[in-house]
């Protein structure tokens, strides 16, 4: 007699519940994560069918729950048992809770009948909801990426503390950590001051962005070169975490002295 209690696993990822359901929801997004001639229909009853690149029994299922934007469930099994598992044997249950601006998905698939089936299962479930993880970060951040970004510099830029404050709220979370080789600072207001304090010992020095960012799963690293009036003093790149509207979490500086100008402050 077996003791299974089902497989669970959790992802976060970086876009609202919103943006996620729409890859159940939407048929052409569902096939986009679950395989071009995969199938659901999003209502109490309606069917479900993955089929598998290598001809491979499909699995088909019947969706029992609904909850737009927050809840999922269906039932799991293969054509003519493949797999031993029967069609309707099990039930995958999925749920979407806000998370730092962003989703936490849970799925939960219990009913598989041994210990080889759920390790099998929580495989490929690592994959697929990976796959949908990353499509639907991508879908929300790709429209704000590189702005949220330019502010984020742009700050750096702004002796205006009015207008400094405006783009740090565009870009940045509450309580977002930044850190370098220069300084360790969470939270929003304290990358403020910081910022203020970076301008008033270097004068005229200023940040660019020297190439494109790039983003999977809410993780993004761009370049940067830092000049003073002797030119440059720095180059490097930034590697951080934003939520699902696209503000930092985190982020932390990697760089390189250029020239005879010193420290940069904190890029």
Do not use: K
Not at 115 to 137: C, D, K, P, S
Not at 241 to 266: I, K, V, Y
């Amino acid at each position: 007699m077996t003791d299974l209690n089902g497989i669970e696993l959790t992802l976060h990822i970086a876009a609202p519940p919103g943006v996620v359901f729409r890859y159940f929801s939407d048929p052409e997004r569902f096939r986009v994560w679950m395989g071009p001639d995969s199938e659901l229909d999003l209502e109490i009853g309606g069917g479900l069918v993955v089929r598998y690149p290598n001809d491979a029994p499909p699995a088909r299922g019947e969706v029992v729950e609904v909850e737009p934007d927050r809840r999922i469930a269906f039932t799991w099994g293969y054509t003519g048992g493949a797999n031993g598992l029967d069609v309707g044997a099990s039930t995958v249950a999925v749920t979407l809770d806000p998370l730092h601006g962003g989703t936490r998905l849970t799925v939960r698939h219990t009913g598989l009948p041994n210990r080889a089936l759920e390790e099998g299962h929580l495989g490929g479930w690592r994959h697929y909801f990976g796959v949908l993880a990353w499509r639907a970060a991508q879908e929300a951040l790709a429209p704000v990426l590189d702005a949220r970004v330019d502010a984020f510099v742009a700050a750096w830029n702004e002796e205006d503390p009015g207008r400094r404050r405006s783009l740090l709220e565009e870009c940045w979370t509450p309580e977002g950590l930044f850190v370098d080789r220069m300084g360790y600072v969470p939270g929003r207001d304290a990358l403020d001051t910081f910022i203020a304090n970076a301008q008033r010992f270097m004068p005229g020095v200023a940040l660019e962005r020297t190439g494109p960012v790039r983003e999977t799963h809410g993780r993004v690293h761009f370049p940067w070169r830092l000049t003073g009036p002797d030119g440059v003093i720095g180059e490097g790149l930034d590697v951080g975490r934003m939520d699902g509207e696209g503000r930092f979490l985190e982020l932390a500086g990697f760089w390189e002295e250029r020239g005879a100008g010193g420290g940069a402050p904190g890029v």
